[in-house]
């Protein structure tokens, strides 16, 4: 299984500190094309209903403003001439009609863009979430790829429609300013240059501060991941125990604090400089506009123009200052959209290994379980978590591991079940290699229970059904598993049985006790009917000696025909096994039966006598 690459932060820090370069400017938009494509992807009509109202909407003000200079000329005409005023009537009302249709093409807009977001965002969190669930166990144990996928999900979901919106003002302000052009070049062409160029100066400065804010954003995403999860810790139920037992909760509002405190002085600098600049370089813009004023005006004084083109050539350029600064600033949102959007999908482009399994059974049944000289590193680590593993279970046996917290016993199981792949020797069922099953059909033969098994804040039989997803909603199954795991006696007395709603993120939730979900998580591990390995890590920790005792008498006789590994720390489950490793820094450093350990007086018998002297 290949490890995913990542390269240094260091360098991708000294990367973004070059700042906004041209080739970099543009070299961004290569997103605005996938962006393009989802939302006609997402709902072809509405983008298309989209795109014909952006047209009707560009090209109807340059319409009103010529009509308004017909309308003043006629006026002056006929109070001039004393005629009758009806030409003016029929302008005021075309001119009206052209204003109820740019109301109804924008109220349009709206109503598209709406409904697109609604659809978008929806579509864009369901391809996170797909991704997620090609990834391996290794990237979400990765701090850095959790990072990746914060900014993915916090601002890439609203960023396409964003880019699309910003591209059809684009295009809208586009139809208007050709229009506006097309008719103030009657006036001057110099006139069309100084309506372009005037905002160029603001529209260099918003797309450098542009960039400084998504640098921002990048940098401090493990500062706001942290803000998330002091949140999640100060405002959930399962923490909220500790949390006010040990009075944590003023020091972790204060580090919240602290947090936000940071990451404000930054956004405050910015923004300050970010208006400031663009403050002063508006001014050009402004000067620009009324020395254009004072110019048309002197021409209307000369009789160069008449009135009414002197009040469309002053609307014209004060709406085409406006459309050039639209359409900078929609250059501008859309250069940012795009270094937002590239963070979606550096995500959704994260490597994953090919899977090229396919067998779904071995040549060797009477084999079993081998593991031969299995060593294993986590990505990043610098010392092994397990070191030259060689051990063999047939079909009906039974191995307990024993070790301290980190001697890798659950690295084993992780191996086992393919959630990684050994650094070097090989794992084999049935007498094939692990490398060549196929995942679903190696997984259908694994039934596990991890020490820290999901609670699932759904009801009682899903969660015993999360253990087979076929059969997720099947209530037989959930009934017929609840019973193998122990937990059918105290899911009857709930209000609603299997029924019942788990947890207190919804309403009438239940909690239950440590004992009764770890009886949940058992059964769930029974919902794999198909299963002839059954892996436990900690099964019975939060039971009482009672409990514990039934429970593994009853799964003794319900896994006879089936390869069993048990992880504990309580030793008189363990000397159940027929097989006890104990492990230590990653190593096998004993191996036998209950009996032979103890005859060795090695490290499985210390600890044995200790626990045992703790109950006399």
């Known amino acids: 299984m290949a490890t995913p690459t990542h390269p240094p932060r260091r360098a991708n820090v000294v990367a973004d500190r070059e700042g906004v370069t041209l080739r970099g400017f543009f070299g961004v938009f290569r997103y605005s094309r996938r962006a393009l494509e989802l939302v006609w992807t997402t709902n072809r009509n509405l983008t298309l209903t989209l795109a014909a109202l952006t047209l009707i909407a560009g090209v109807l003000p340059a319409s009103v403003a010529y009509i308004g200079s017909l309308i003043v000329d006629a006026v002056v005409t006929a109070i001039r001439t004393a005629s009758v005023a009806g030409r003016v009537v029929d ?220 009040t469309m050539y002053v ?126 059909a190696l997984r259908e033969r694994i039934g596990v229970i991890f020490q820290d098994f999901a609670r699932y804040q759904m009801l009682v039989g899903e969660n015993v059904g999360a253990g087979d997803e076929r059969f997720f909603e099947d209530e037989t199954r959930w009934r017929t598993a609840a019973a193998k795991g122990r937990a059918s006696e105290f899911i009857e007395t709930l209000p609603h049985g299997y029924n019942t709603q788990l947890g207190k993120w919804f309403r009438d939730g239940r909690e239950l006790s440590g004992g009764q979900w770890q009886k949940i998580a058992l059964s769930r591990a029974f919902m794999r009917t198909r299963a002839d390995i059954l892996v436990l890590d900690e099964p019975t920790a939060a039971m009482d000696a009672q409990a514990e005792a039934e429970v593994f008498e009853h799964f003794r006789q319900l896994s006879r025909e089936r390869i069993t590994i048990l992880i504990s720390h309580r030793f008189s489950t363990v000397r159940m096994a027929d097989q006890i490793a104990v492990l230590n820094r990653g190593a096998i450093v004993e191996r036998g039966s209950h009996e032979e350990l103890m005859r060795l007086n090695g490290t499985y018998a210390r600890l044995f006598s200790l626990q045992a002297r703790g109950y006399r």
């Open 315 to 440: 609307a014209l350029f004060r709406q085409g200052q406006s459309g050039v600064s639209a359409i900078l600033a929609a250059v501008g949102g859309m250069y940012e959209d795009n270094l937002y959007l590239s963070t979606l999908y550096e995500y959704l482009e994260t490597p994953v290994p090919q899977r090229s399994g396919a067998a779904v059974r071995g040549p060797h049944p009477e084999d079993g379980i081998r593991f031969e000289d299995v060593s294993f590193t986590y990505p990043d680590a610098e010392e092994a978590a397990l070191e030259h593993i060689t051990l063999q279970l047939r079909p009906g046996e039974s191995l307990a591991l024993v070790g301290e917290n980190g001697s890798g016993k659950t690295t084993l199981i992780k191996l086992l079940t393919r959630l990684y792949a050994p650094t070097s020797g090989r794992i084999l069922l049935d007498g094939q290699d692990l490398a060549v099953w196929d995942e679903t």
């Open 91 to 310: 302008l005021v009302v075309i001119e009206g009609v052209l204003v109820a249709l740019i109301a109804a093409a924008q109220r349009g807009l709206s109503v598209c863009q709406s409904l697109l977001r609604a659809q978008l965002g929806q579509r864009v969190n369901v391809m996170i979430l797909e991704k997620a669930l090609t990834l391996d166990l290794q990237h979400f144990e990765d701090s850095e790829f959790y990072d990746k996928l914060t900014r993915a999900r916090r601002e890439a979901s609203t960023r396409p429609l964003s880019l699309v919106t910003r591209t059809f003002g684009l295009v809208q302000n586009g139809i208007s300013l050709v229009s506006y052009g097309v008719l103030l070049a009657h006036f001057s062409p110099w006139a069309v240059a100084v309506l372009l160029l005037a905002g160029v100066p603001a529209f260099v400065a918003e797309a450098k501060f542009s960039g400084d804010a998504f640098r921002l954003f990048r940098w401090r995403s493990p500062e706001t991941r942290m803000q998330l999860y002091l949140e999640t810790v100060l405002g959930r139920e399962d923490h909220a125990k500790e949390v006010k037992l040990y009075g944590l909760g003023p020091r972790l509002l204060e580090r919240y604090r602290d947090i936000f405190r940071r990451i404000y002085r930054e956004d405050r600098a910015l923004t300050l400089r970010r208006d400031a600049w663009g403050f002063c370089l508006g001014l050009i813009a402004t000067a620009a506009l009324y020395g254009a004023y004072a110019w048309i005006a002197v021409s209307t004084v000369a009789r160069v123009i008449t009135l009414g083109q002197m």
